[in-house]
């Protein structure tokens, strides 16, 4: 396996860059730019010069950690020099120069680090939400997971139903009639299904996707009824191009915010009517129907009552003559003009938000690890068989889902996907 190098503390400049190696050629790699390395796990000032040359680098920290213990489970080597771009660049030429050393590919360290056991699939991908985070929940929830919180759930149910399994299999490998105590089937039964209520509690807290892709929340209603007025008062910038025009906005425009801690994406669409003025209208038209059809939160601005049950009625405009009065139905009154309302339409978005994102004390799952415990979950509805081994078979199937949770098995197909979405040096 090759070793491979780059900067981990970001972009330079920087006033420190830690340049870290990884592999069976790191301390080879690093003594060749600092001549003698220092004891394991203890910093020590080298004087770093380019193999070749001979030409001073820089003078910089080294820390040598040998393997299994370390981050990705190889020999790894870091580099503590000044963070000019010219000092980083000069120091990672010397390394490419060294025999078995290249630049590393995105989230290649981590990868190593879940090839060699010293972290989980899931561990991983708590990681790439972490790096990814620009809110306080996004944070919160990825670091419960990067930091082995859903691995060790997973862990518990495992070793549960291994325990069944075992409990099945003894007793039909010495039952002389090759039948299982009914006494005993019952009580694997119970315990079963107690693990398929934790895991069925799991699926009920939302997804967790949407911390991370935001809340959806579509601006709807036919033309001019103040849409796109209302996405720039809501965002507070000029985001969408406002006119007296009907039919200005021909297409979704897209706007992520973030508000008390919580990523929503706004989305202006085409005002809704039966006929379209043109063709590039009755796109625009269609694409807000797909909006709305995908969207969590719609906001409806018609003057008539929402064409669904789950939309906003939101009575924009307030601040126009004759549209004082708010019509029965109608969640709010609003103006983006004078700003009335804004606030409170704030507060209601943030409390219908409260439902569709995970809580603090939930084990907020990813798309793919709630496919996985549904999984689970249906081969758990088999423990009800009459037929010992077809339980027994239950059990395998419900275990072998919840490990591709942690990536135990089946998991190469997704890993180039995930890994892609990580910087050059985690």
Known sequence: MSTIFAPSSGLPPAAIAVIRISGPQAFAGARALAGSLPVPREARLRTLRDPASGDHLDSALVLVFPAPNTATGEDLVELHVHGGRAVVAAVEAALAQQPGLRRAEPGEFTRRALTNGRIDLAEAEGLGDLLSAETELQRRAALAMADGTLSRRIAQWRAALLGLAARLEASLDFSDEADVDPVLLDGIRSDARTIASAIEAALAAPAVDRLRDGIRVVLAGPPNSGKSTLLNALTRREAAIVSPV???????????????????????????????????????????????????????????????????????RADIAGRDAVPEGAALAVSAETGAGIEQLWELLLAKSSTLIPGAADMALNQRQRAHCREALEALGDMDATDELVVADALRRANIALARITGDVGIEAMLDALFSRFCIGK
């Not at 425009?253 to 085409?270: H, K, N, Q």
């Not at 009517?273 to 939160?297: H, M, P, V, Y």
């Open 246 to 316: 009907a039919g200005t906005t021909r297409d979704r425009i897209e706007v992520p915010v973030s508000r008390a801690g919580i990523p929503f994406v706004l989305t202006d669409t085409a005002g809704l009517r039966d006929s379209a003025g043109d063709a590039i209208e009755a796109i625009g038209i269609d694409r807000a129907g797909q909006a709305i059809a995908g969207a969590d939160l719609v906001l409806w601005l018609g003057d008539e009552p929402p064409p669904e049950d789950r939309m906003l009625w939101i009575h924009a």
